[in-house]
């Protein structure tokens, strides 16, 4: 199997959730190419078993960026006639979405439609979206922001545990797929 890792991060949250996804996969034996999306222009994502996609939650969308990137990259592949009606399945085609979030106003409702919305890009093009994971993480610089939204004290998220458990569920995720 081969495995692609987009993310966009900032002040590193989904940065260290990307890792993590990266360790889980090396571990399953799972080839990995690991990109910044800034630097994923060229990347081909029908030439990967499983894209996994990652970006914080910036007022329930993902970052800007993150929508351009995404917008330009399935406007190639609608121009190529590989967005077609009805988005038949491709088998052996993945997907898996990840969203870190500080969810100071609604908790996880700030995450889920970013993450939704980043799901459609894969599945209108035939990728199977295996899972959506949403991570609480930090909001760095923020700090009332970090302790007092509806998720409470917040700082040092996500924790060494919490990235573990992302290591984990990645390892699960792939016996399933294989
Ligand atoms: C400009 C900005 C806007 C943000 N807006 C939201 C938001 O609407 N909802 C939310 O849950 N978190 C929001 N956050 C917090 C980030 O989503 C969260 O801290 C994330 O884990 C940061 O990821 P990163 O460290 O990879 O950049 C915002 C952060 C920034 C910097």
């Not at 692609?4 to 996969?25: D, F, P, R, V």
């Not at 190639?76 to 088998?91: A, C, D, F, N, V």
């Amino acid at each position: 199997m081969k495995a692609a890792i987009l993310y966009w991060s900032k002040s590193g949250n989904t940065e260290k959730a990307a890792l993590a996804i990266k360790a889980g996969l090396e571990a399953s034996g799972v080839g990995v190419t690991y990109r910044r999306v800034e630097e994923a222009g060229d990347l081909e994502w029908f030439d990967y078993d499983l894209v996994c996609v990652g970006f914080p939650s910036y007022q329930f969308h993902p970052p800007e960026p993150v929508v351009a990137y995404l917008k330009n990259k399935s406007g190639e592949y609608r121009q190529q006639g590989r967005l077609k009606l009805g988005s038949p399945r491709i088998p052996g085609k993945h997907a898996l979405i990840f969203c870190t979030y500080s969810g100071p106003h609604t908790g996880i409702n700030e995450a889920i439609p970013a993450g939704k919305y980043v799901g459609q890009f894969f599945d209108h093009l035939g990728f199977e979206v295996e899972d959506e994971w949403y991570l609480v993480g930090e909001f760095h610089g923020k700090e009332d922001r970090s302790t007092q939204g509806r998720l409470g004290d917040i700082r040092g998220k996500p924790t060494p545990e919490d990235l573990s458990k992302i290591r984990e569920d990645t390892v699960r995720l792939i016996s399933r797929l294989k």
